[in-house]
């Protein structure tokens, strides 16, 4: 994978703690994103983080729907299944190209 263009190059005049904390937020790899708590004690948001006035849930999201092999093939699956569930009239379109592929799981990941 290609690590892209450097956000100081898209942003030059952006802060260096601005750049650093959305560099970390786009992270490809989601294990290596901070997690809400963190970025709001990220530096770039020091001035305006107020810890009383943001609430943390007490219980954990299950996110086992999420859990699946990370690659290029699985990533596009899932956003293809998610078109689909707003856009259903494509399956039926693009029957032919999901067989050829081995997608015919599609309608049902879109159903989860």
Do not use: C, M
């Not at 952006?14 to 937020?25: G, I, N």
């Not at 990220?42 to 219980?59: M, Q, S, W």
């Not at 092999?69 to 293809?80: E, H, K, P």
């Amino acid at each position: 994978a290609s690590p892209g263009v450097e956000l100081v190059i898209l942003f030059p005049s952006a802060a260096a703690d601005a750049l650093a904390l959305a560099s970390e937020l786009l992270s490809f790899n989601p294990e290596e994103r901070p997690d809400a708590v963190a970025a709001l004690e990220h530096a770039y948001l020091a001035e305006d983080h107020i810890e009383e006035d943001e609430p943390v849930a007490d219980f954990v999201v299950d996110w086992a729907w999420d859990s699946f092999a990370t690659s290029r093939d699985a990533l596009q699956r899932r956003v293809y299944a998610e078109a689909s569930r707003f856009h259903p009239e494509i399956l039926k379109r693009d029957q032919e190209e999901l067989t050829r592929k081995g997608w015919n799981d599609i309608a049902e990941l879109a159903a989860r």
